[in-house]
Antibody
Framework: EVQMLESGGGLVQPGGSLRLSCAAS????????MSWVRQAPGKGLEWVSA????????YYADSVKGRFTISRDNSKNTLYLQMNSLRAEDTALYYC????????????????WGQGTLVTVSS | QSALTQPASVSGSPGQSVTISCTGT?????????VSWYQQNPGKAPKLMIY???QRPSGVSNRFSGSKSVNTASLTISGLQAEDEADYYC??????????FGGGTKLTVL
């Protein structure tokens, strides 16, 4: 059974940093691209970032480019999101998501999602 | 980039068909056959329903179908059931190697 468990969320002040983790199991993690998608409270989905199978290629939404860094450790079956210079508008539930097809990091087909970890940016 | 445009809400009676539209531009929906649709129930993670405009992942009912014309993609749900009541989001690949979601549509089964 495919499972993804996010962690690392919490309350942080504006300008602060957080590192999210996503522990994956039930599939060959090193064979699939991964992504982060967020959802502000009561709002819609927003794609944040994606990474290819070996971590050598990364993609970011303009809203987080230069502040967030996606990475992965295939030996630990874990996806990460380092978030710096956090803003109030980054407040959201952050989901990690598995890419549907092994050969296609983008265009954004996500077949398994975690339950999310909540990030709140507030003073 | 702005979110893709979806109606805020649609509704239908059991057994009917409903269609949810998703309008973008030539830089996203119109430029690529990379549209997907997600169903989200309250408090739950999204579920992939359609990818590559019209492909259904394994396990998704054939009552769900997708299409695209120029800059507008559509999700049609036929034989509407109470369990279909949820929020639906379209999603498209966009230029500059990004992904963009629609604002979401709340489907109410009357």
């Amino acid at each position: 059974e495919v499972q993804m468990l996010e962690s690392g969320g919490g309350l942080v002040q504006p300008g602060g940093s957080l590192r999210l983790s996503c522990a994956a199991s039930g599939f060959t993690f090193s064979s699939y691209g991964m992504s982060w998608v967020r959802q502000a409270p009561g709002k819609g989905l927003e794609w944040v970032s994606a990474i290819n199978v070996n971590g050598g290629v990364t993609y970011y939404a303009d809203s987080v480019k230069g502040r967030f860094t996606i990475s992965r450790d295939n030996s630990k079956n874990t996806l990460y999101l380092q978030m710096n210079s956090l803003r109030a508008e980054d407040t959201a539930l952050y989901y990690c998501a598995k890419v549907l097809l092994p050969s296609r990091v983008l265009p954004g087909f996500f077949d398994y999602w975690g339950q999310g970890t909540l990030v709140t940016v507030s003073s | 980039q702005s979110a893709l445009t979806q109606p805020a809400s649609v509704s239908g009676s059991p057994g009917q068909s409903v269609t949810i539209s998703c309008t973008g531009t030539s830089s996203d929906v119109g430029g690529y056959n990379y549209v997907s649709w997600y169903q989200q129930n309250p408090g739950k993670a999204p579920k992939l329903m359609i990818y590559d405009v019209s492909q259904r992942p394994s396990g998704v009912s054939n009552r769900f179908s997708g299409s695209k014309s120029v800059n507008t993609a559509s999700l049609t749900i036929s034989g509407l059931q109470a369990e279909d009541e949820a929020d639906y989001y379209c999603c498209s690949y966009a230029s500059s190697s990004t992904v963009i979601f629609g604002g979401g549509t709340k489907l109410t089964v009357l």
